[in-house]
């Protein structure tokens, strides 16, 4: 099992930046790939990027290419994402997620089984 908890979410203006951080303990973090995820009310939760165990690889959707990074430090057992430029349409509830397994895994299934409980992004125009 792996627990997550994100924090450094907030309020902030378009254009702006936000560093989201993703905290895990259980299970050896550095055995899990890990990404983040957000939804906005009455729409589905949306992937926004992931990390491979070592940090070598790395994924986003594309509406947030050149603007967010995924980042990951397993000595502490965190994973963080770096948002700049801030648009409106990125308010959401972000969540961490990880899942055991190699990037492989992920670039053929996309499967996560641990989730936090999510931090909220606010973004005024």
């Known amino acids: 099992q792996v627990q997550l908890v994100e924090s450094g979410g907030g309020l902030v203006q378009a254009g702006g930046s936000l560093r989201l951080s993703c905290a895990a303990s259980?299970?050896?973090?550095?055995?899990?790939?890990a990404g983040w995820f957000r939804q906005v009310p009455g729409k589905e939760r949306e992937f926004v990027a992931a990390?491979?165990?070592?940090?070598?690889?790395?994924y986003y959707v594309d509406s947030v290419k050149d603007r967010f990074t995924i980042s990951r430090d397993n000595a502490k057992a965190t994973v963080f994402l770096q948002m700049n430029s801030l648009k409106p349409e990125d308010a959401a509830v972000y969540y961490c997620?990880?899942?055991?397994?190699?990037?492989?895994?992920?670039?053929?299934?996309?499967?996560?089984?641990?989730w936090g409980q999510g931090t909220q992004v606010t973004v005024s125009s």
């Open positions: 997620a990880a899942a055991a397994g190699s990037w492989s895994s992920f670039l053929s299934a996309g499967k996560f089984d641990y």
């Open positions: 259980g299970r050896t973090f550095s055995d899990c790939y």
């Open positions: 990390i491979s165990r070592g940090a070598a690889g790395t």
